[in-house]
């Protein structure tokens, strides 16, 4: 039903992020969760015209060493239904310093990764981030105040999501207006927008390109290129961000 929604709401390619420890209860291991995972997304992808991936999500507060179990369970599945792997949760008490380690074993894994990171006020941790070899931030709100990380993430071509709705709702700012999307974008950031989570934020993607087009008065250059950008930052395959870039001509 997730990826049949979003096909229904013409979104084209969806990245499925979720975190195998919250369905781990009943005595799943977290591969046969992801295979269950994709198995649903198959059939979305058979029978609706969209292309899926799953990123699957570590959670901070756990240990490394279960984190990095969960992160080779979706290693065993890259290139058949995962896409990439990520972190989230309690930021503040959990800061980047303390998983840097982590990513490190990670990326030796040559696991694809974006990471939940600056949605609250610690710049450090986006640049920590960035610095651990993050080719996508979720969030990266607290770079709107910093002049310098901003074009250290540009020079380094790393994507940033931004997630409105949830924003809004985590009060990371107080009103759309406070939206980072055009400063990133002057600053040469490649950015994309996205729902965080459809269900929790109660929107979908439609929803926040309108919430943005109409704040920020947005030019048809500048969705196309909102939309170009998400392409490319995507951890869609090569024929997959070529099919997606054709559609929009």
């Not at 997730?2 to 009943?26: D, G, T």
């Not at 291991?29 to 292309?51: H, N, S, Y």
């Not at 939940?116 to 080719?135: F, Y």
């Amino acid at each position: 039903h997730f990826a049949k929604n979003a096909a229904l709401e013409n979104v084209k390619y969806i990245e499925a992020r979720f975190a195998p420890v919250q369905s781990m209860k009943q005595g799943l291991k977290p591969i046969e969760i992801i295979e269950a995972v994709e198995a649903g997304l198959a059939q979305a992808r058979g029978e609706f015209d969209i292309e899926t991936g799953m990123i699957i999500c570590m959670m901070r507060g756990m240990d490394d060493e279960f984190n990095y179990s969960i992160a080779k369970a979706g290693r065993e599945m890259l290139g058949a239904g995962v896409v990439a792997c990520d972190i989230a949760g309690d930021e503040e008490s959990y800061p980047m310093s303390q998983q840097m380690e982590l990513f490190r074993s990670v990326k030796a894994l040559d696991m694809p990764f974006t990471i939940h990171v600056g949605e609250t006020g610690n710049a450090q941790n986006v640049r920590d981030a960035i610095d651990v070899g993050a080719v996508r931030l979720g969030h990266g709100i607290a770079m709107a105040r910093n002049e310098e990380l901003m074009k250290y993430c540009a020079s380094r071509h790393v994507g940033v999501e931004i997630c409105p709705t949830s924003n809004l709702q985590t009060k990371a700012y107080r009103h759309i207006k406070d939206c980072p999307i055009c400063l990133f974008m002057e600053h040469g950031i490649p950015v994309s927008l996205n729902t965080d989570n459809r269900t929790v934020s109660n929107t979908n993607l439609s929803t926040e390109f309108d919430k943005v087009s109409v704040s920020f008065r947005l030019t048809d250059e500048q969705i196309h290129k909102i939309y170009t950008d998400s392409v490319e930052m995507s951890f869609a395959s090569d024929d997959v961000k070529h099919r997606l870039l054709s559609k929009w001509r």
